[in-house]
Nanobody, 126 residues
Framework: QVQLVESGGGVVQAGDSLRLSCVGS????????MGWFRQAPGKEREFTAG??????????YILDSAKGRFSISRDNEENAVYLTMNNLKPEDTGVYYC?????????????????WGRGTQVTVSS
């Protein structure tokens, strides 16, 4: 059974930092791009960050509104991907989902990601 399990969410104040972790099991995600999506209440799921496979140089993408504050990384030995979030803002509030792509390059369409975690809640108070 393939699983992605996120952790690291929580309730923080504006300006604080969080590091989200996502660990995969049941298959290796080494050759796949990985992504983080977030979903705020009443809104559609939004592509937030992505990282290509290591063989593609681990090219990274960060949502414009999060550039300079968020970073994404991966550890293939741990079958894990991380999202480090600094200087959090109330508008960053939402459920953050880790996802494994069917491609080794980054896409922003949820339909390109067949593997999903159950999400971790991030709440940023002002």
């Amino acid at each position: 059974q393939v699983q992605l399990v996120e952790s690291g969410g929580g309730v923080v104040q504006a300006g604080d930092s969080l590091r989200l972790s996502c660990v995969g099991s049941g298959r290796s995600f080494r050759s796949d791009a990985m992504g983080w999506f977030r979903q705020a209440p009443g809104k559609e799921r939004e592509f937030t960050a992505g990282i290509t496979s290591s063989r593609s140089g681990e090219t990274k993408y960060i949502l414009d509104s999060a550039k300079g504050r968020f970073s994404i990384s991966r550890d293939n030995e741990e079958n894990a991907v991380y999202l480090t979030m600094n200087n959090l803002k109330p508008e960053d509030t939402g459920v953050y989902y880790c996802a494994g792509s069917k491609y080794y390059w980054i896409t922003d369409k949820p339909s390109d990601y067949p593997y999903w975690g159950r999400g971790t809640q991030v709440t940023v108070s002002s």
